[in-house]
């Protein structure tokens, strides 16, 4: 389903083999729910919710952990029901837009917040229950919280104690959006399982997980690079992107990621990913089967070939110019795989966290802001 070419990779992971049971254990001391929770989620209660919502537009309200998830399981899986909106921004004109886009009458609010004090959330929420409520409408209908057990919300789906946003899309987090789009999410369900036996074998080579953070960690590159040739995942990269700056960038130490996106970007970033400092690691992403094949009309050529034969050559370059890189290979996109690509950046990210010596986990520099704001905003 997900294997790695690491040829081009310069290191030697098989040195740092031995390290995977000692990880393993400082990481289920840490407590944390993100491999375990999945085996608690109600799929009924969740599935039958679904079943029985009958909107056009679903509309998250929420930022961070609580709206990337969403916005990247609709953006790679595609919604077979109702049209996802994630404001995940208070931006006014944003915000507008989004409402000039739904009917009122056929919308339901999902308000997503583990805290329930995050801002930006409470904004979004008091805007449109204004606007429900202007409208005649009855906002029990149009407003669902997801939220964690304590914070008088009152939530319809909680979130675990012990998992924090941005591991969270496996919960009602995500579950419940990728529900009410018709995904199934027992297949997500079904993919991260496979992939957290994975994450917890002692075997270096059946540990994906450890795998992954290893490489990074000895690369030791400042920046990491996470190229798709796929232009479905580039929802994938920003959900990616939060995992990693939010989980490593901790103590003066850290992985800072970049966005990139094949083949588009080989026109735009490729020059300086050549011949520029050498301070990155390239991650690309190879999807065998992108779900559909089209004829360019150039000889034999398909457009899927043309994909292939471009990532080869760029990573060719990258080889030839001493850029450490990687290939990450998906058979194909669909809720069992990006099931288990969740879990594995997930669990990668557990790794890197100890390779580190750092707690993945917590997020002070961003606690320290939302309090700031607050501050600020009181005065
Ligand atoms: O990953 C995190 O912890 C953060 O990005 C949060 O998800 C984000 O700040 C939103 O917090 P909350 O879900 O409490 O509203």
């Not at 081009?8 to 992971?13: A, I, K, P, R, Y």
């Not at 924090?164 to 369900?189: C, E, K, N, Q």
């Not at 992107?241 to 003066?252: F, I, V, Y």
Request: aromatic share 10%.
């Amino acid at each position: 389903m997900i294997s790695f070419d690491f040829r081009n990779s310069g290191v030697d992971l098989e040195a740092v083999a031995d390290r995977i049971p000692g990880y393993l254990e400082k990481i289920h001391a840490r407590n944390q729910g993100f491999y375990s929770a999945i085996d608690e989620i109600s799929v009924e209660e969740i599935e039958a919710f679904a079943a029985a919502a009958d909107y056009d537009d679903v509309v998250v309200l929420g930022i961070g952990g609580s709206a990337l998830g969403a916005f990247c399981l609709d953006r790679v899986l595609g919604s077979n029901g109702p049209n996802l909106w994630v404001v995940d921004n208070v931006d006014p004109a944003f915000i507008a837009s989004i409402e000039a886009k739904i009917n009122l009458e056929r919308t339901l609010f999902l308000v997503i917040s583990k805290s329930g004090q995050t801002i930006e959330t409470r904004a979004q929420y008091s805007y449109f229950k204004n606007c429900v409520e202007e409208a005649g409408l009855n906002a029990e209908d149009h407003f669902v919280f997801i939220s964690g057990a304590d914070t008088g919300l009152n939530p319809k789906f909680v979130i675990p104690e012990n998992v924090g946003g941005r591991f969270s899309v496996l919960t009602p987090v995500g579950l419940v959006p990728a529900a009410l789009m018709g995904l199934d999410i027992r297949a997500l369900l079904k993919g991260a399982k496979t992939m957290r036996d994975s994450f917890l074998n002692k075997s270096f080579e059946e540990n994906l997980p450890f795998q992954l953070a290893a490489v990074q960690f000895l690369a030791a590159k400042p920046n990491v690079v996470m190229m798709p040739y796929c232009q479905r995942l580039s929802a994938f990269v920003e959900w990616w992107r939060q995992l990693l700056a939010e989980s490593t960038g901790k103590e003066g130490k850290g992985l800072t990621p970049i966005e990139a996106l094949g083949v588009t970007d080989q026109h735009s970033q490729n020059q300086l990913y050549n011949e520029g400092p050498n301070d990155k690691f390239l991650m690309m992403i190879k999807v065998e089967d992108l779900g559909i094949d089209l004829p360019t009309g150039m000889d034999e050529l398909s457009f899927t070939q043309l994909l292939h034969t471009e990532m080869e050559g760029t990573v060719q370059s990258f080889t030839e110019n001493g850029r450490p890189n990687m290939t990450i290979k998906i058979e194909r996109l669909n809720e069992e795989t990006l099931g288990a690509l969740f879990m594995l950046f997930e669990a990668m990210t557990a790794f890197l966290g100890e390779f580190f010596e750092i707690n993945a986990f917590d997020q002070p520099g961003v606690e320290l802001s939302k309090q700031i704001t607050l501050k600020l905003l009181s005065q």
